[in-house]
């Protein structure tokens, strides 16, 4: 599983970001989507696998509010669903 996801992660593309932040009703800023873009590349094992406490805590600092809920709370359905 995790070959697919490293598979899919080396492919991803912040237009696809975008897409996915649209189709869940969130409007990004361009800094943010470049912000989200970079931390799923650098630390989607760590997301995936580990303690990611620091990364939200980074995250919430670079993210409007209303941003960071939905990315926590993306997070957490597809969390559960891994």
Sequence with gaps: ???????YI??????EIEEFAIKEGIKLL?????VIYLYIKNYWETLL????????EEL????QP???EKVIELYNKYKKKN
């Design 66 to 68: 209303k941003t960071y």
């Design 1 to 7: 599983m995790k070959f697919v996801i490293r598979k």
């Design 49 to 56: 696998e580990e303690d990611s406490t620091f990364i939200f």
């Design 30 to 34: 361009d800094e943010e989507k470049k």
């Design 10 to 15: 080396e492919t991803l593309t912040e237009k």
């Design 60 to 63: 919430k600092e670079k993210l």
